[in-house]
C-alpha cells in the first residue's frame, strides 16, 4: 500500500468546473460539419438549457454558501467565493462561443439552406402588413407594460421568461413621468414565428418575438417617445427547500413550494449586448447581482427556444435520419412477455432497441388475470405515459397496484404530484419513498401465479421509465424472472414502503445501504489481484464521478497495477495521468447524438468477471443520500455482449474527448489510416432494425 495521501487537492477536479466543461464538450458538437444541420443547431439550444439548470441548481448553490459566509470546500479545497469566480470566467466564454457560433456560423448556414431569420429591416412590406396584424390580433391583447413609478415599483421577474426594459420620455395619460416601463412577454407565446412563404418555395423566412415586440413597441406607450428598447432574462435559485424533519405531508409541502420556485433569487441576468451601462447596472441593483453575474449576448437572450425550429422547417435533410429500434433475438413484435423471460433474461439496449417490450410486460400484466399484484418505481415519466395507463388500468381491474412516486425528482415534482394523484383516484397505493432520501432506483415487479404458485417477474434499468428518452438517452434494462432477483426487488419495495431493519440482499447492491462498501470491495479486489500479479482491470461507464473514498480506492488500485478504464459522460473530479497516483486510469467521455447514460460497472475479477448494470453514478448523493439499485448480470452471453459494447466505446475516435492529468478535455479523431469508429453509428447498426 503506498503511503501517498490521497486526499490532497491537487489529486481533484472542482465539480463545477468538470460539468461546465461537459457543456463545452456538447456545445462543441455545433462546430462539427459533419453532423446536420439542424441537429448542430439544436446542440446549442442543449448547451443553453444545460447551462440554465447549472445556474438554477449549482450557482444558486455555490452563491447562498458564499452569502452565509460558508468556508467548506470539495475535494479540491476551492472556496465557494473561488469557485463562483472561476465559474463566472469559464461560463462567459462558453456564452460567446454559443452566440459566435450561432451569428458566424449557424444562421449563415441556415440561410443558405433556405432559412432565413429576418431582422426587422429586411421585412418586405408583405411581411410587414402579416407581422402588424399578428402583433394586433396575437401578441397587444396579451401584453401588460408596466410604467415605473412609486405606485408601480419593479415587477416581479418570473424564472427564464422574457422581458424588455423601456426608456421613454414625455408624459402619459395622468401626467407621470417615469421613463421607464418594464413589458414582460407571455410565455405561451412562441419565440420564433414563421412568416407566411412567399413565391420562393425553398425558402422559409422566420421572426423573432424580440423583434416583433421591438417594432411595435410605440404601440404600447401611446404619446410617449421610446428612446430605448433592451431584452433582459433573469435566472433564478429553483432549488427547493422543504425541511423534511418537520414536513407532515410531503406532497402538500411540495405542492406549497412549487409556486416559490418561479421567484427564487436571481443568479444571473442576461441583457442585449447593445444594453447601456445604466441600464444593466439598474437591473443588476434591481436583483441584487454583482457584475460577474451579468451576461451580455449578441443574439435572442431565450437561445434556448430556438429548438422549434426543426419542428417548423419540413427538412428530413437536415436532421439525423430516422431509425427502428430493434428487438433481441429471443423477442417479436407480439411476443407473450411472460413466455419470453421465463425462456432466459433479457438485456434490452436502449436506444438501439426498443423500449416497447417493457410497456408489452406491464400492459399484458394489467389484462392478465393471473397477475396479482404489480410494484413500481416512478422517477421522470413524462406526459401521458402508457406506463401510467397501464398501472391505472391494473388498478381498476382489481389488481394489488403499488407505486413508488419520487416527487422530489428535480423539475418534474409538478408533474408527478398530478401522476400521484391519477393513480390514487384509479385505486392504486401510492407511497412517496423514504423522507430524506430519494427513490432513484428503477424497478418493476408483477407477481403472477402460475401453477398454483406465485412467481415474480422484474425489469431493472439503468433510465427512466419514460418513453420519449428511451429514445434518446442510452441505456440498459435487464427483464428477468430469477428468484433471487426477484426476492431482492420484493424485500426493496418492502423497504420502501413499510417500516422495519433492512434484510440482506442476495444479488443486488443497494443505496444507501451496500453499494458504496460493494464497489470498494470490488476495487479492492482487483488491486489484490493486481499486486499478485493476477490478470486486473476495470472499465465503468456513468455519469459522473464525484465520490472520494472510491477516487481514493482507483488511484491506489492504479498504483497496485490495475488497469482502469473510465467512461464519464458529464463530472469527473478525478484526474488521470497523475506520475505514481493514477498513470494507469485513462478517462474518456462520449458525447453524440444520443445522450450517454448507462452505469455499467465491469470487473476482470482474475478472468471470472463480474458486471453490474446500475442506477447510480459514483456520486456521494447516489451512494448515501438515494435509494438505488445495481444488479448483476449473470447469464453469460448478456455479460459479453456488455463487454463487447464496453470495447466499442473504448475504440471510438469520433465522439470521445479524453481526460488530461490538468483537467482539460481533447477530441479524439482518427489518425494515420485508422478507420473511423463511431460507437453509437455502430450500435445502431448493430441492433436496430433496418429500415
Not at 210 to 219: A, E, K, L, T
Not at 386 to 407: C, I, P, Q, S, W
Not at 572 to 592: A, D, F, K, M
Request: aromatic share 8%; with cysteine.
Amino acid at each position: 500500500m503506498s503511503n501517498t495521501d490521497l486526499r490532497n487537492p491537487d489529486y481533484y477536479i472542482n465539480r463545477e468546473i468538470s460539468l461546465l466543461a461537459f457543456h463545452h464538450r456538447v456545445l462543441a458538437q455545433a462546430e462539427d460539419d459533419n453532423l446536420p444541420l439542424l441537429e448542430r443547431l439544436r446542440f446549442v439550444c442543449i448547451a443553453s438549457c444545460n447551462l440554465d439548470e447549472f445556474f438554477e441548481v449549482r450557482v444558486a448553490g455555490l452563491k447562498e454558501q458564499a452569502s452565509y459566509g460558508s468556508v467548506q470546500t470539495g475535494l479540491d479545497n476551492i472556496q465557494p467565493h473561488d469557485a463562483l469566480r472561476q465559474i463566472s470566467h469559464k461560463a462567459h466564454k462558453i456564452v460567446e462561443d454559443q452566440y459566435r457560433m450561432l451569428n458566424k456560423v449557424l444562421l449563415p448556414t441556415l440561410e443558405q439552406e433556405g432559412i432565413h431569420f429576418l431582422r426587422r429591416h429586411q421585412w418586405n412590406e408583405d411581411q410587414s402588413k402579416w407581422i402588424h396584424q399578428f402583433f394586433e390580433e396575437e401578441l397587444l391583447p396579451v401584453l401588460s407594460p408596466i410604467g415605473l413609478d412609486p405606485a408601480h415599483p419593479f415587477p416581479r421577474i418570473l424564472n427564464k421568461s422574457l422581458n424588455f426594459v423601456i426608456s421613454l420620455k414625455g408624459k402619459d395619460a395622468f401626467g407621470r413621468e417615469s421613463g421607464m416601463a418594464i413589458v414582460q412577454a407571455p410565455r405561451a407565446l412562441p419565440r420564433i414565428i414563421a412568416l407566411p412563404k412567399s413565391g420562393d418555395k425553398n425558402r422559409q423566412d422566420f421572426a423573432f418575438l424580440s423583434s416583433i415586440i421591438h417594432n411595435h413597441i410605440d404601440d404600447l406607450f401611446p404619446g410617449m417617445k421610446v428612446t430605448g428598447y433592451h431584452q433582459f432574462r433573469l435566472t433564478r435559485n429553483s432549488d427547493l427547500f422543504v425541511d423534511e424533519e418537520e414536513i407532515v405531508d410531503l406532497k402538500r409541502a411540495l405542492e406549497g413550494e412549487l409556486p416559490a420556485r418561479r421567484y427564487g433569487d436571481g443568479v444571473r441576468l442576461e441583457v442585449a449586448d447593445n444594453c447601456p451601462t445604466k441600464i444593466a447596472d439598474f437591473l443588476l441593483k434591481q436583483f441584487n447581482l454583482v457584475q460577474d453575474d451579468l451576461y451580455q449576448v449578441n443574439g435572442p437572450v431565450n437561445l434556448n427556444r430556438l429548438m422549434a425550429l426543426p419542428d417548423l422547417v419540413d427538412r428530413p435533410d437536415l436532421i439525423f435520419p430516422g431509425f427502428m429500434p430493434g428487438l433481441p433475438g429471443n423477442l417479436t413484435p407480439n411476443s407473450n412477455m411472460f413466455e419470453a423471460i421465463r425462456n432466459g433474461d433479457i438485456l434490452l439496449h436502449h436506444p438501439f432497441e426498443s423500449f416497447t417490450p417493457v410497456v408489452d410486460l406491464l400492459t399484458q400484466a394489467a389484462k392478465d388475470p393471473d397477475v396479482i399484484a404489480i410494484k413500481q418505481t416512478l422517477y421522470r415519466t413524462g406526459p401521458d405515459s402508457v406506463l401510467v395507463d397501464a398501472l391505472v388500468e391494473a388498478a381498476r381491474r382489481g389488481k394489488e397496484v403499488t407505486v413508488v412516486v419520487e416527487l422530489r425528482a428535480r423539475f418534474d415534482e409538478e408533474a408527478n404530484i398530478g401522476l400521484a394523484t391519477r393513480l390514487q383516484e384509479a385505486g392504486a397505493h401510492v407511497v412517496y419513498g423514504v423522507v430524506g432520501f430519494k427513490t432513484h432506483a428503477k424497478m418493476l415487479m408483477i407477481v403472477r401465479r402460475e401453477r398454483k404458485k406465485l412467481r415474480r417477474y422484474v425489469h431493472l434499468g439503468t433510465g427512466n421509465y419514460h418513453a420519449r428518452t428511451a429514445r434518446t438517452y442510452t441505456d440498459y434494462g435487464l427483464l428477468t424472472c430469477n428468484p433471487d432477483m426477484g426476492e431482492d426487488v420484493h424485500k426493496m419495495f418492502f423497504q420502501l414502503t413499510s417500516l422495519g431493519r433492512g434484510t440482506k440482499l442476495k444479488k443486488l447492491l443497494q443505496s444507501p445501504f451496500s453499494l458504496h462498501s460493494g464497489m470498494l470491495e470490488r476495487i479492492a479486489r482487483e488491486a489484490e489481484h493486481a499486486r499478485n500479479a493476477k490478470p486486473a482491470r476495470i472499465i465503468a461507464k456513468m455519469n459522473a464521478l464525484v465520490e472520494p473514498k472510491i477516487i481514493q480506492a482507483l488511484y491506489q488500485a492504479s498504483q497496485d497495477g490495475v488497469e482502469i478504464n473510465l467512461i464519464i459522460r458529464g463530472i469527473c473530479c478525478l484526474r488521470p495521468g497523475i506520475e505514481g497516483i493514477s498513470e494507469n486510469i485513462h478517462v474518456r467521455s462520449i458525447v453524440g447524438r444520443f445522450l450517454e447514460h448507462t452505469r455499467v460497472f465491469y470487473f476482470l475479477n482474475n478472468e471470472q468477471p463480474e458486471i453490474f448494470c446500475s442506477s447510480a453514478d459514483w456520486m456521494n448523493r447516489n451512494m448515501f443520500r438515494r435509494v438505488e439499485t445495481c444488479f448483476p448480470i449473470d447469464n453469460k452471453k448478456l455479460q459479453a455482449q456488455i463487454a463487447a459494447d464496453l470495447e466499442l466505446y473504448l475504440s471510438d475516435n469520433t465522439q470521445t474527448w479524453l481526460l488530461d492529468n490538468a483537467g482539460h478535455y481533447t477530441r479524439q479523431h482518427p489518425i494515420n489510416n485508422d478507420a473511423p469508429i463511431c460507437t453509437q453509428a455502430a450500435l445502431l447498426e448493430q441492433l436496430a432494425e433496418k429500415v
